[in-house]
């Protein structure tokens, strides 16, 4: 493959470099994903310049090409591969093992419901079954990240459930393209999937305001066109401080650090 020259992206417009060579990937006659044009190349070549290792940029390239096609397709595996010259089998043994990474597209939106233990004993399995009730068609619940409406398209969701997504201290907690909307109900979340179907973009509990999955994709993959928005927004809540809040207004702090390192525990003998 070869690169375009450029410097990391700034926030501002990035325009393609003259001398990229584009082999398309997409053959005549084939129905793989969309190419992966020459802005994605300048992206891509950035994206790899940050880490000493090539390799080790897969991660946020595959977050990139989820961008592109609202998931990882065949061809996004084989474009990561000849990138970062990996295998397509190490790319797949990356892109299957995390869950965030799709291998079928997904809608504008992708409705997370937390159903972990604590979220699911406060609500966190009733939220989720009322909205696989609600997306599905024909008295079939929709199922684990299978997508209510035409992928892409304006309103289409995807609906998952979700291990913990470490906002125990707000549950039952939902994310939608990965911001948070805190201490939900059944009636909150089936508001809230109403509103997204109509187009709206209600505002998260906290961090910035709302965008769709491509978008949010592209910022996971470190590239920001909008860094403002993408930060503007309290990310902390009053319940997750309320334990530094009590130690402050107590006075209460730890204990200070020892000069030495305590001595570590004797291992138990091998049998
Ligand atoms: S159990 Fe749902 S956020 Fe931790």
Redesign the pocket.
Known sequence: MTLPEGTPETNGAVSAPDEVVWEPMVREGSSLSPTFDDLTRQRTKEIIARYPQSRSALLPLLHLVQSVEGHVSQDGIRYCAEALELTTAEVSAVATFYTMYKRTPCGEHLVSV?T?????ALG?DDIYARLQAKLGTDGRPLGHEETSGEPGTPGSITLEHAE?????D????IQVNYEYFDNQTVESAEELVDALQRGEKPHPTRGAALTDFKTAELELAGIFPDLDRSVEGPSVSVQTLRGAQLAMDNGWVAPPMPDEPPALPDLPEKK
């Open positions: 937390c972990n233990t604590l979220c699911a966190g913990c997504l470490a906002a125990c707000l549950a039952p907690v």
